[in-house]
T-cell receptor, first 113, second 114 residues
Framework: KQEVTQIPAALSVPEGENLVLNCSFT??????LQWFRQDPGKGLTSLLLIQSSQREQTSGRLNASLDKSSGRSTLYIAASQPGDSATYLC????????????FGKGTKLSVKP | GAGVSQSPSNKVTEKGKDVELRCDPISGHTALYWYRQSLGQGLEFLIY????????KSGLPSDRFSAERTGGSVSTLTIQRTQQEDSAVYLC????????????FGPGTRLTVT
């Protein structure tokens, strides 16, 4: 059974710092991996999608990497800003499926001015 | 273009009543998903529709939960005889093969059962 773990559960950093959020999954057979952002009381905003054949994706100050063989992904945020404060969720679609996402419990990020 | 929309945004109901939650996916998206996020819990998969195929209902927690998707577009999630433990945010998402099945989420419906 696929399980997704995110470490740390919470992170507080000063503005301007570069940071890394970690995601691990137990079964390397995945179709894709997706990173989301969730603001309090809101839905999920897709940040980056990495297909199983890809190693990384970049969007602005965000860079996500995928090491499928070791079951790990990282989300790198450069030059953090207070507006980056949110919960970041990692999720995978199991291999052989285009079906449901299996989510980690998220990392709650707080960027202090 | 328009994103995924859900209605109502909030629903308060009495225990034992039935509720219907609606999801309008992004136009042209063939896949539609329902998830639930309970207080303090992670996101939990409920049901998945792909085109005209039979839905994957493996995540539905009990037979009080059902969903349908009409015309390959709008979906309705129905909870019968609601219980307090059904209180949660119900999220809908849609995706397309062309987009590598990147899932786009709606704003959710917050259900409170009193």
């Amino acid at each position: 059974k696929q399980e997704v773990t995110q470490i740390p559960a919470a992170l507080s950093v000063p503005e301007g710092e570069n940071l890394v959020l970690n995601c691990s999954f137990t079964d390397s057979a995945i179709y894709n991996l997706q990173w989301f952002r969730q603001d309090p009381g809101k839905g999920l905003t897709s940040l980056l999608l990495i297909q199983s054949s890809q190693r990384e994706q970049t969007s602005g100050r965000l860079n996500a990497s995928l090491d499928k063989s070791s079951g790990r992904s990282t989300l790198y945020i450069a030059a953090s800003q207070p507006g980056d404060s949110a919960t970041y969720l990692c999720a995978v679609i199991p291999g052989g499926s285009q079906g449901n996402l299996i989510f980690g419990k998220g990392t709650k990020l707080s960027v202090k001015p | 273009g328009a994103g995924v929309s859900q209605s109502p945004s909030n629903k308060v109901t009495e225990k034992g009543k039935d509720v219907e939650l609606r999801c309008d996916p992004i136009s042209g998206h063939t896949a539609l998903y329902w998830y639930r996020q309970s207080l303090g819990q992670g996101l939990e998969f409920l049901i998945y529709f792909q085109g005209n195929s039979a839905p994957d209902k493996s995540g539905l927690p009990s037979d009080r939960f059902s969903a349908e998707r009409t015309g390959g577009s709008v979906s309705t999630l129905t909870i019968q005889r609601t219980q307090q433990e059904d209180s949660a945010v119900y999220l809908c998402a849609s995706s397309s093969q062309r987009g590598g099945y990147e899932q786009y989420f709606g704003p959710g419906t917050r259900l409170t059962v009193t």
